[in-house]
């Protein structure tokens, strides 16, 4: 599976990604150190008290940080490496529902050398509010980032 965004554009690292697949990511938009993901939160989402997991709320988080850290059309040096999570912090700061949708922006801070620093905001909209990635709803997390590019094998 190579997931495509609604301009069109493919990234790579989605494909036989089996557990963004299993999330339902929708890949909104992608620029140079930039991502917007969302996704609908299901009811398999949710954990005993009727919120979002916050493992689904940190995995979803994970796959916006992955998209802003690795270009989607690399040149072939680029190729040759990938660039991983060294390190991150999530904030909870309020709970997310079944039904809603939920929005990450991830945008790089900070890069030099082969480390990097990302922030990404998660944001969730009711189902009916149709939120969009300029008003993409109520923050209810924070998550920060710092990456490392490491050689492919």
Not at 9 to 29: C, F, P, R
Not at 78 to 104: H, L, R
Not at 119 to 124: E, L, N, V
Request: with cysteine; net charge neutral; aromatic share 8%.
């Amino acid at each position: 599976m190579v997931e495509t965004t609604l301009s069109g554009a493919q990234h790579h690292i989605l494909t036989n990604d089996y557990a963004s697949e299993w999330m339902g990511i929708e890949v909104l938009k992608l620029d140079d150190g930039h991502a917007t993901i969302r996704m609908h939160l299901r009811q398999e989402m949710l954990n005993g008290f009727g919120m979002a997991h916050g493992g689904m709320i940190f995995a979803f988080g994970d796959t916006a940080f992955a998209l802003a850290c690795n270009p989607a059309n690399p040149t072939p040096k680029q190729a040759a490496n990938i660039t991983v999570a060294s390190g991150v912090d999530i904030n909870f700061i309020k709970p997310a529902f079944q039904g809603q949708v939920i929005t990450a922006v991830a945008n790089r801070r900070a890069s030099t050398g082969r480390s990097g620093l990302y922030d990404i905001q998660i944001y969730a909209a009711s189902h009916d509010a149709a939120a969009s990635p300029e008003a993409p709803g109520e923050l209810i997390a924070e998550f920060r980032g710092r990456s490392r590019t490491i050689s492919k094998k």
